[in-house]
């Protein structure tokens, strides 16, 4: 099992920045990738980034160039740093981890990002 916690979501204007943070607990060595997915309203939830355990990532293309994944492995924490924000970056942004061998999918409960003036 693995225990994911989200922070940092909030309300900034367009063009603003915010850091999310993903702190994970339980059987984090069995991790193999962990991502940010996001959730419009009346959307799907979308990948939006995600890191593997080698350290390879990869963004949707609506991010790239603005977001950034990255993990600090001593704290057990994932973060997305997120610039040049646009309103349709506004969505309930969750924490995922992946554990191959065995298809597991776990989720964090999510923050809420809004991007408005």
């Known amino acids: 099992q693995v225990q994911l916690v989200e922070s940092g979501g909030g309300l900034v204007q367009p063009g603003g920045s915010l850091r999310l943070s993903c702190a994970a607990s339980?059987?984090?060595?069995?991790?193999?990738?962990m991502g940010w997915y996001r959730q419009a309203p009346g959307k799907q939830r979308e990948l939006v980034a995600r890191?593997?355990?080698?350290?390879?990532?990869n963004y949707a293309d609506s991010v790239k160039g603005r977001f950034t994944v990255s993990r600090n492995n001593a704290k057990n924490t994932l973060y997305l740093q997120m610039n040049s924000l646009k309103p349709e970056d506004t969505a309930v942004y969750y924490c995922?981890?992946?554990?191959?061998?065995?298809?597991?999918?776990?989720w964090g409960q999510g923050t809420q990002v809004t991007v408005s003036s």
């Open positions: 995922n981890a992946a554990i191959f061998r065995v298809g597991a999918d776990y």
């Open positions: 890191i593997t355990s080698g350290g390879s990532t």
């Open positions: 339980g059987s984090i060595f069995s991790i193999n990738a």
